[in-house]
């Protein structure tokens, strides 16, 4: 299986400040049919199912704020948010969906104010 | 709009079996593979189950293999899990789980509010 690993674990930033949270992939997760990587940021707030927030790496989900944006190719990649919001504290996964259907996911990384 | 209502967790001891049920609505149900996702208490998000549109492929986590059966039913709109032999590290909330296209190299895109298997004596 397809390890993905993120870091940090946690995460303290300002409100206003940028945050940033990277992944890992244990192999390319290349996709040569449209030469985009299967990767997929989540969102996760208490007692909520994931929400899913970029897919193709780079790609926002309907409706999610512009302040969101996904970066990076090959194995490693990037989940930014530009200008922190209180309602952004949640915890962020990454997922490949390459080795399909054996879907695997980051540890998650928990953001806080 | 896609709706999945998980339905069928509970309490049941080490040993036991326990069936869920994901209601779906919204699409056309029989066009996406649909899957099961788990999550332990304070834990991560673990894939557990997938299965074709059809229902004539399925797939499992090496953890549930053997023990955990997935299926579904395209006239009811309805995906099951069929879970015997539960041990305590099977307790999660158990999230069903559609694709965003019907192509399995897709993100998930909508997920249930999950179900919560408890495993205990």
């Known amino acids: 299986d397809i390890v993905m690993t993120q870091s940090p674990d946690s995460l303290a930033v300002s409100l206003g400040e940028r945050a940033t949270i990277n992944c890992k992939s244990s192999?390319?997760?290349?996709?040569?049919?449209?030469?985009?990587?299967?990767l997929a940021w989540y969102q996760q707030k208490p007692r909520q199912p994931p929400k899913l927030l970029i897919s193709?790496?780079?790609t926002r989900a309907s409706g999610v704020p512009d302040r969101f944006s996904g970066s990076g190719s090959g194995t490693d990649f990037t989940l930014t948010i530009s200008s922190l919001q209180a309602e952004d504290v949640a915890v962020y996964y990454c997922q490949q969906y390459y080795n399909t259907p054996r879907y695997t996911f980051g540890q998650g990384t928990k953001l806080e104010i | 709009e896609v709706q999945l209502v998980e339905s069928g967790g509970g309490l049941v001891q080490p040993g036991g079996s326990l069936r869920l049920s994901c209601a779906a609505s919204?699409?056309?149900?029989?066009?996406?593979?649909m899957n099961w996702v788990r999550q332990a208490p304070g834990k991560g998000l673990e894939w557990v189950s997938g299965?074709?549109?059809?229902?004539?492929?399925?797939y499992y986590a090496d953890s549930v293999e053997g023990r955990f059966t997935i299926s579904r039913d395209n006239s009811k709109n309805t995906l099951f899990l069929q879970m015997n032999s539960l041990r305590a590290e099977d307790t999660a909330v158990y999230y069903c789980?559609?694709?965003?296209?019907?192509?399995?190299?897709?993100?998930?895109?909508?997920w249930g509010q999950g179900t919560l298997v408890t495993v205990s004596s």
């Open positions: 919204g699409f056309t149900f029989g066009s996406f593979a």
């Open positions: 299965i074709s549109g059809s229902g004539g492929s399925t």
């Open positions: 789980a559609k694709l965003g296209t019907p192509n399995w190299n897709s993100p998930l895109e909508y």
């Open positions: 192999q390319t997760i290349l996709y040569r049919s449209n030469n985009k990587s299967c």
């Open positions: 193709w790496a780079s």
